[in-house]
C-alpha cells in the first residue's frame, strides 16, 4: 500500500485521461456497507436502462469480479490487453496493484461507454487511487475504526479521510449517525458547496422483516414512498445501506420499477458472502466482516435468530491489522467454540496466535492447520441444527468460496 494520487494520474495521463469519460459517476467511501450500496445501485441503474460500470474490492475467487458492466464481469483476454497497454507506465512508475487495477477499471468503462459508474474506495478516500473522479454523488454509509494504521486512530481522522470524496456540486447521502463524523463530512460539503442529505433526518425506513437472505423494508421521503421493498441480504442493518442507494438512484432518475427489480437482482453484480447461505443442514453463513462495527452487526442479527439453532461454532481468520480482541469479544456473545484457521496471505495472523488470542477472551479454540481441515472438520462435529458461521476475511471467505464450489 502506497496512499497518494501521483501514481494513479500518471497512468490514467498515459491513457487519455479515461477518469474523465465514465458518464454519471457515483462515488462510495465508508467503513461498512460500501458493497451493498454499490451492488444494489448498479443493480437499480441496469435494471432502469442504463449501461452501469460498477468497480469494487476486493475480490473472492477471481481477479475480473471487481470490474463489471451491467453486472457482467470483465473477460480475462481484456485484463492482459489492458496491463501489456499499461505494463511500461506501472513499472517506471512503480505504481501498486490497486492502482493498476483502478486504471484498468476506468480504460473498461471509458470503451464501454458506461453511461453511470458506480466506483467504491478501496481504504479512505483522501489518498485512495479511486478519488482522481469528479463525482456526482457520493454516498458514505458508515464510518467507524478501521485500517487505523493508515487512516487515523481516531473517528475524526478517519471520517476526515473519507469526506475527502466530496468534491463541489456533488449530491451527498449519508448514514453516519456518530456526531463527531457526521459533522466532518457535513463540513466538508458545506466547504465545497455539496448537498447532503443525512438519511435519519430526511427520510424514515421501516423494516417489516429480516430472515438469512431476505429483507424487506419500506422508504418514505419527500417526493419517495416505496413500500415493501425486498431485497436478498441477511440483516436488518443493511436496511439503511439499501435506502441511500435507492435515494441516489431516484435522484439519478430510476423509477419504482427499476428500483424494485434492481434489489431482487443484486446478487448478480457481486454481492456474496455478506451472512450468506452457503450450505443447509447445518446452516453455513459466509460473512466477509473484517472489522469490529462489522462483526458486532453480523453478531446482533445472528443472535435474534439464535433460538432456532442448538449450538454456533465460529470459523475465523483475521488479518494483523484489525482488532482482534473486540472481534472476538463480540462473537463470544453469540458462542463460545471457535476454529481459527491460516490465512493465504502474508498479512494474515497464524491460527495459533489467534487461537492464543481467543483463548485469552475465554473461548474454547480448535486451531486448524489448513481451511480445508478446518471444514473436515466442522462437517465430523456439527449436527444438523447447528449454526456455522465462517467469518473475517475476504481472504478466508474466497478460500472457503474455492473449495465448497459455491
Aim: charge should be negative; charged fraction near 25%; hydrophobic fraction near 45%.
Amino acid at each position: 500500500m502506497k496512499p497518494g494520487l501521483e501514481r494513479v494520474l500518471k497512468l490514467l495521463d498515459a491513457v487519455g485521461e479515461p477518469q474523465r469519460r465514465l458518464g454519471q459517476v457515483v462515488h462510495i467511501a465508508g467503513t461498512n456497507g460500501k458493497g451493498a450500496v454499490a451492488s444494489s445501485l448498479a443493480a437499480i441503474c441496469c435494471a432502469g436502462g442504463y449501461r452501469t460500470g460498477l468497480y469494487t474490492s476486493p475480490h473472492l475467487l477471481s481477479y475480473t469480479e471487481r470490474i463489471r458492466i451491467n453486472g457482467d464481469m470483465i473477460s480475462e483476454s481484456r485484463v492482459a490487453e489492458y496491463c501489456s497497454v499499461l505494463e511500461s507506465t506501472v513499472t517506471e512508475g512503480n505504481a501498486t496493484f490497486f492502482e493498476a487495477t483502478t486504471a484498468i477499471a476506468f480504460m473498461y468503462f471509458c470503451e464501454m461507454q458506461a453511461e453511470i459508474s458506480v466506483i467504491e474506495t478501496g481504504m479512505g478516500g483522501r489518498l485512495d487511487a479511486t478519488n482522481v473522479v469528479d463525482p456526482d454523488h457520493v454516498i458514505i454509509p458508515s464510518i467507524s475504526e478501521d485500517h487505523t494504521i493508515w487512516l487515523g486512530d481516531t473517528i475524526g481522522e478517519i471520517a476526515a479521510e473519507k469526506a475527502a470524496i466530496i468534491k463541489k456540486g456533488a449530491s451527498v447521502y449519508t448514514a453516519v449517525e456518530d456526531p463527531e463524523a457526521l459533522e466532518i463530512i457535513l463540513d466538508r460539503a458545506d466547504a465545497v458547496g455539496a448537498r447532503v442529505r443525512v438519511l435519519q433526518e430526511s427520510a424514515e425506513c421501516i423494516v417489516h422483516g429480516a430472515g438469512v437472505g431476505t429483507l424487506e423494508f419500506s422508504l418514505e421521503a419527500p417526493g419517495l414512498s416505496m413500500k415493501n421493498l425486498v431485497a436478498p441480504v441477511t440483516g436488518d442493518f443493511h436496511a439503511s445501506n439499501l435506502s441511500l442507494a435507492v435515494l441516489a438512484a431516484s435522484e439519478i432518475g430510476m423509477d419504482e420499477s427499476a428500483i424494485r427489480q434492481g434489489l431482487l437482482s443484486m446478487r448478480r453484480f457481486g454481492y456474496r458472502a455478506r451472512l450468506e447461505r452457503i450450505s443447509r443442514q447445518p446452516d453455513v453463513l459466509l460473512d466477509v466482516s473484517h472489522n469490529p462495527a462489522g462483526v458486532e452487526k453480523s453478531v446482533h442479527t445472528l443472535c435474534a435468530m439464535r433460538g432456532a439453532y442448538r449450538n454456533v461454532v465460529v470459523l475465523l481468520g483475521l488479518v494483523r491489522d484489525k482488532e482482534a480482541g473486540r472481534i472476538v469479544r463480540h462473537l463470544k456473545t453469540m458462542t463460545s467454540h471457535i476454529i481459527t484457521v491460516d490465512l493465504l496471505t502474508e498479512r494474515g495472523m497464524t491460527a495459533a496466535e489467534l487461537g492464543d488470542l481467543c483463548r485469552e477472551e475465554g473461548a474454547e479454540v480448535t486451531v486448524a492447520a489448513t481451511v480445508r481441515e478446518a471444514l473436515d472438520i466442522i462437517e465430523c462435529t456439527v449436527e444438523k441444527d447447528d449454526l456455522v458461521l465462517i467469518t473475517g476475511s475476504f481472504y478466508l471467505a474466497g478460500e472457503v468460496l474455492g473449495l465448497m464450489g459455491c
